[in-house]
């Protein structure tokens, strides 16, 4: 009986403190205002021909419509012209049919909802007819890209910051620890936010941005260089932010960056509140989408 007595207690203990070591551990958690993702520009093409074995396939003498479909399955609206896409690979010399290699979009794409769970899409047509012109020999292979270029953003909500000039001071919130948020459904994300102080009375907020979608990143309006940058900005005028010492831009290395905003004005002595930011990413992003078409030659 003792024995049985001795094992609850040990029991009751254990249980006890595994429940004060998980208490100290803060998780990050989403605030739940987005559906989230880590996807932007989705595109496929359409079929070229007849598919055989996973690959279209035509005749020599036969046309072809070249078609390529954006599916917008992140967060931000897609405006006319905020996508390019351009046909590369084969040479334009041996295709007839096909008058523009490099498109855009002409309608507004939605973005994912509650009531547009799929996301908007539009199709690009760049031929209905389009024919190979070369001699055929048995099969010829062509691979065709689609390259794509669009301008998204990422929005990241913080809804409770601690603007808090006495850290002795345990009501309403804490200040040093990570915190609650949520991001936007893009390519490109937040993986955590974290507080802290960086001077009597001056708090500090670091943002952990990521590549989640692995294209290429630039500024927006800008051409795409060796290294991945973006823009981004907080929607509270009395913070500063900064990545690497530059300010407005950030450099990603290995696909990763942090911002760090400090307020710039330090606290009025007891000020004790909390208030939300918002930081938005701005940048555009490059994908490409490979396809295969087989040629065959007619028989006589």
């Not at 530059?246 to 606290?267: H, I, S």
Request: aromatic letters at 8%; hydrophobic letters at 35%; a negative charge.
């Amino acid at each position: 009986m003792r024995t049985k007595t001795l094992l609850i207690i040990i029991l009751i203990i254990g249980l006890l403190l595994l429940t004060s070591c998980q208490g100290g551990k803060k998780k990050q958690e989403k605030t739940g205002s987005f559906i989230g993702g880590t996807q932007g520009v989705i595109a496929r093409f359409e079929p070229l021909g007849v598919e055989e074995k996973g690959i279209y396939s035509i005749f020599d003498t036969e046309t072809f419509p070249i078609e390529v479909t954006l599916m917008n399955k992140g967060e931000y609206e897609l405006q006319p012209n905020d996508v390019t896409v351009e046909l590369q690979g084969p040479s334009p010399s041996e295709f007839t049919g096909i008058a523009n290699w490099k498109k855009n979009n002409v309608d507004v794409i939605n973005k994912i909802s509650e009531l547009v769970k799929e996301g908007g899409e539009e199709t690009i047509t760049f031929a209905d007819e389009a024919r190979y012109t070369s001699a055929v020999r048995g099969v010829t292979e062509r691979n065709w890209f689609a390259n794509i270029e669009y301008n998204y953003k990422t929005f990241a909500i913080v809804p409770e910051v601690c603007l808090k000039f006495d850290l002795r001071d345990k009501r309403v919130c804490n200040v040093q620890e990570k915190k609650a948020f949520d991001v936007s459904g893009a390519p490109i994300t937040i993986e955590s936010v974290e507080e802290d102080t960086a001077g009597r009375g001056i708090m500090a907020l670091k943002f952990s941005v990521k590549n989640v979608a692995g294209g290429k990143v630039t500024l927006p309006s800008s051409n795409f260089e060796v290294t991945d940058k973006l823009a981004y900005s907080l929607d509270d005028p009395g913070w500063e932010c900064k990545s690497g010492g530059r300010t407005n831009e950030a450099r990603l290395l290995d696909g990763k960056a942090d911002v760090v905003c400090r307020l710039k004005n330090p606290l009025t002595e007891g000020q004790l509140s909390t208030k939300q930011v918002i930081l938005t990413l701005n940048y555009k992003y490059r994908d490409i989408v490979p396809e295969k078409l087989a040629i065959k030659e007619s028989v006589s």
